[in-house]
């Protein structure tokens, strides 16, 4: 067990400098929900932590081009606080907000919870129905990818080495939009969501789906976009009809595991009563009930 | 590489202590300042027995790297009590009868006096959902529930 | 269990007024546990202590080949490595006999590993050093050479013919002729009433149901931790929490192979233990460890080597068989239990035989039980040990009886219930208990008739524990100023001091607060049972009474001598020495009478070491009401409410505790909780993320119904009550979710995705 070395940048900048040094022994801490858990089992010994707390733009929440700039350190429990955000994106905040207990609400980021690359995850899949993005720095600069491609499979990421994420965009909200995110958990509180659905949607004048994206969870290697699930609302009036054919095509795109937390079988039927479920959610957000 | 000397407020009162990267938040009070009230069940952030205020947010301390505390304001069990005069919520406690082996108490009073700070009346399922991640194995939760409700009441003025 | 001798001798208090017994007092440890200062077992230091860490198997079975400790010890700071090689050989056949029979042999192998692992989280080898990371790395650098078997993982797998043998000097005891070949089938057990055959062949209607359990562990918060320090003399102190300072010692010193005056242990206070700390896991370890290094070890687990090595209590399987009369006359039962014991044997399964059908006025009864090993962590006591497995059978299948007859469930109990006389299947008649009372309780309790809604659905259950007497200690000392320390031996685990306290106020007549009770360590009271079988209060409690009956009589006799008259002229009264002979003598104090020891004979104290006999049976009622959400199978407890004769309730808040902290982790056991393997035999969920026990948001307030039918073999009436609690929950709430879904549910846990295949019918 050899020691570990800590740095504490305050910018960005050095932050990637510290990063490049370390040459893919550093680990990105923020909230260390995940990462001190496996610190203490002996999954990662890296030779570095990168503390990325203390650098402003990874700690703000800030408006910008109509949506919202949020920093990737930013816990569930403080983007919760945001009123603007919560009542842009309640789907995405309120999957947030299910991270672990009020004790883990105050530290786990959400860069953090797409990073670990857990295809459970309870932030990702809002994220992904929202179409957000994310800015990423490294030794080459700064580039912006779709949240949906930064995870590859379980644990891993499309990240290159020394990149790490600085912040999310939440896209400018159109008119009559509303989304969702429920989960299954065998508790009410503190367990890994064995699947997981996030929908967003918008409504035309005459109330006809105009857009919609469908997100699920723990049911494949990554936190999938259920593109054929989206098109199944879009042109609906998101009645039964349409909610059917939504959840067809989610079970349609499970690709689950049999695991400690659930069965091929019951991730792949749940996965279209959740999607569902929080379909009825948005439509009602969306209706401005 | 030296320790880490980390300086940090607890209890209101400066501290300062050694500690390796690796060393946890939890660990740095149990073992380098002898603060035995915050306590390990899990090591993991699933139990919340290690319940402490850092910068005024709760968190397991166990899910803390020591390092991480410099320049921060901590507060654990060891300073709810105002010398004899204990908190409202410690009484209660008390009164009923909301503890039977007690490991987990240091971790659901400091949790709950959180609670209060940030709403000071609750729902009886508020509360249970705010003390979702403290585990109680021996009192199926009733009597810390009404503890916590009472002592809320009381500080309410109620 | 059971004490015939006593039944009979009927102790009439009823109408008896106590003043302190039944008030709710502040427990007398509760102020350093609310403020952080309370020492559990890994807050303890000791000047040059370093530090211990286990190494584990990772396999479930497999022979020890080699163990290479030279990278070990050649790290920095690294003082002594121990393994099996350390530890002196124990007769195969040294066992005593508890609650449940303990093999010295069977747990010194459990303790470290000889020539083999038996299961996943097995320890092979322990290591001491300087800090608890280098003895991490130390650990890591220890080479274990495994030759890895085939592990057998269930019951199942391990009763078919060919699997491989777990122990080769196991053969089935229990059954005729007694074979030759070793079988991982431990052992047969059967308890027999009556002519089950006949009177199945006589019964209107008989059903007869299978259900499975899964095992669970008893979730105690804190882990199992220990601190040993042993000089050239061969002296050692052990500090650490458990069930039992005396257990620990006997256990230590067995497999240390030293004498127990040579161990003294000081219990620290106890974290939760449920029978999982009666027994000892570390602290040979830490000694051995000690004894090599010449300085203090602690030792102190991880959640995940809680999970894989200590505890659990067995999964198992239940068939159970009923016949009655038209009229719910219940004429014949029949129960069959196969137990997983883990690596050794000595799974509860005789004890869940014993109570299955214990509540019942059954003539005709068979229990048979099968104790099988299996590659997981040898079977600790849990709450109840046996009990709840073979309740779920049992009141599962009178659910499904009272459908058959078109009868209420209460009332066929109640038609059935065991009363004062019957004859229980395990061969005691009962003296006076109170089940009917429960089931009462339970009828007129308005939940009972509050209505459902759409996918909700309730269930009733019922269940039964002996509670245990046997050896108890304590001392009554009265200090200069008439205040009181009362000490005993037993580990407080759920307020039992306070309960001390208030039997010694009651006798004494002196209020509660001027009495300071004190789990003491080893060498400074006698010898006590461990704490377990609910048997503290009542037989603790007994020592207690009769030990401060004994101060009393010192009391009295120094009051005599302070006025100079015969002893029998002095009576006690309101915490006073009276002198009935003449009204010149004022009334004497305690603070009184202590103040003038020095002048009457010296320091007082009273004490009693006494084997408690009569215990009294409890007998609990659960009430349990869920919905289901049919399309995700997910269960939410709406409302629950335990009933239970309590004998006598000395602190009724704490019995009430325990009755709501008994349901709740019954409630986990049905819903959620079990122990994942993998096809090799590793376990899956080695935290509390995926062992999941209930937390706060999954449950409603926990309603209680103290009835108290006195026992009449105790003083006050006490009867144990901690661990019947956990005995109706798996019923009640499998009940509760058939009748939500219309459909029997028979396999636990009822976890979403186990619950959704009964429901879509898969």
Known sequence: MSEIQFATPNTVKEAVKCLAAAKGKARVLAGGTDLLVQLRAGFVNPGLIVDIKHIPELRQVKREDGGFRVGAAVAGAELGANAAVKKAWPGVVEGLELIGSTQIQGRASLGGNLCNGSPAADGVPGLIAAGATCRIAGPKGTREAKVEDVVSGPGKTTLKPGEFVVSFFLPKRSKRSGDAYLRLIPRTEMDIAVVGAAVSLTLDAKGVCSDARVALGAVAPKAVLVKAAGKALVGTRVDDDALEAMAAACRAACKPIDDKRGTVEYRTKVAGVLAQRAARIALARAQGE | MAKHHVTTTINGDPAEFLCETRQTLLDCLRDELGLTGSKEGCASGDCGACSVMLNGTLVCACLVLGVEAEGATIETIEGVAQGEALHPLQKHFLEEAALQCGVCTPGFIVAAKALLEHNPDPTETEARYWLAGNLCRCTGYDKIIKAVMNAAAEMRGA | ??????????????????????????????????????????????????????????????????????????????????????????????????????????????????????????????????????????????????????????????????????????????????????????????????????????????????????????????????????????????????????????????????????????????????????????????????????????????????????????????????????????????????????????????????????????????????????????????????????????????????????????????????????????????????????????????????????????????????????????????????????????????????????????????????????????????????????????????????????????????????????????????????????????????????AKADKTGGAISGRANINATGAGPGFGTHICDVEVDPDTGYVTVLRYTAIQDVGKAIHPSYVEGQLQGGAVQGIGWALNEEYVYSDDGRLLNTGFLDYRMPVASDLPMIDTVLVEVPNPGHPYGVRGVGETPIVPPLAAVANAVSHAIGKRVTDLPLSPPRLLAVIDGK
């Open chain 3, 1 to 594: 269990m059971g004490n015939e001798e006593e039944i009979g001798k009927i102790i009439d208090y009823s109408g008896r007024d106590f003043r302190y017994i039944g008030t709710r007092t502040i427990r007398p440890d509760g102020v350093d546990k609310v403020t952080g200062r309370a020492n559990f077992g890994a807050d303890f230091t000791v000047n040059g202590m370093i530090h211990g860490r286990v190494v584990r198997s990772p396999h479930a079975h497999a022979k020890i080949k080699k163990i290479n400790v030279d990278k070990a010890l050649k790290l920095k700071g690294v003082k002594a490595v121990v393994t099996g090689a350390d530890f002196p050989e124990i007769d195969i056949n040294d066992k005593a006999v508890g609650e449940v029979v303990v093999s010295y042999y069977d747990m010194a192998h459990n303790v470290i590993a000889r020539d083999r692992v038996y299961y996943d989280g097995h320890a092979v080898a322990a290591v001491a050093a300087t800090t608890p990371e280098i003895a991490e790395q130390a650990a890591r650098l220890i080479e274990v050479e495994y030759d890895v078997l085939k592990p057998v993982m269930t019951a199942a797998q391990a009763m078919k013919k060919n699997a491989p043998v777990l122990h080769k000097h196991i053969v089935t005891a229990g059954v005729e002729p007694k074979p030759e070949k070793p079988s991982n089938v431990a052992s047969r057990t059967e308890f027999k009433l009556g002519d089950v055959a006949a009177a199945f062949a006589d019964a209107d209607v008989i059903v007869e149901k299978e259900f499975s359990t899964q095992t669970v562990h008893q979730g105690y918060i804190e882990p199992h931790a220990c601190c040993a320090s042993i000089g050239a003399d061969g002296n050692t102190n052990i500090w650490c929490s458990s069930q039992g300072q005396f257990m620990v010692r006997a256990y230590t010193a067995k497999i240390c192979g030293m004498e127990t005056s040579k161990v003294k242990v000081i219990p620290a206070e106890i974290g939760g233990g449920f029978g999982g700390k009666t027994v000892i896991y570390l602290e040979p370890l830490a000694v051995m460890l000690a004894k090599k290094s010449g300085r203090p070890v602690k030792m102190v687990m991880t959640r995940d080597e809680v999970l894989r090595a200590t505890g659990p209590t067995s999964g198992g399987t239940a068939r159970a068989r009923i016949g009655a009369k038209k009229d719910g006359t219940i004429v014949a039962g029949e129960l069959e239990l196969v137990y997983e014991a883990g690596a050794y044997p000595g799974s509860p399964v005789a004890l869940g035989c014993m109570t299955g059908f214990a509540p019942y006025d059954i003539k005709n009864v068979s229990c048979v039980g099968w104790d099988v090993v299996v590659n997981r962590p040898k079977a600790a006591a849990y709450r109840a040990p046996g009990a709840p497995v073979a309740a779920f059978g049992v009141e599962s299948t009178l659910d499904v009886l009272a459908e058959e007859l078109g009868m209420c469930p209460l009332e066929l109990r109640l038609k059935n219930a065991a009363v004062e006389g019957t004859q229980a299947p395990y061969g005691v008649k009962f003296n006076r208990i109170g089940y009917k009372e429960t089931l009462e309780a339970a009828k007129a309790h308005p939940h009972w008739s509050a209505p459902l809604g759409p996918n909700q659905g309730r269930g009733i259950a019922s269940g039964f524990w002996f509670n245990i007497g046997g050896t108890s200690s304590a001392e009554v000392m009265v200090n200069e100023d008439g205040t009181v320390i009362v000490a005993t031996g037993n580990p407080d685990i759920g307020g039992s001091r306070a309960s001390m306290a208030l039997m010694a106020a009651e006798v004494l007549g002196i209020d509660v607060e001027r009495i300071k009770p004190l789990v003491a360590d080893t060498e400074s009271v006698p010898f006590s049972m461990l704490t377990g079988g609910s048997r503290v209060t009542f037989a603790t409690g007994k020592a207690v009474i009769e030990a401060a009956q004994d101060a009393v009589n010192d009391l009295k006799r120094r009051a005599a001598k302070i006025w100079d008259v015969d002893v029998d002229q002095v009576e006690w009264e309101n915490g006073q020495a009276v002198c009935i002979e003449s009204t010149q003598h004022k009334p004497l104090t305690i603070a009184q009478i202590a």
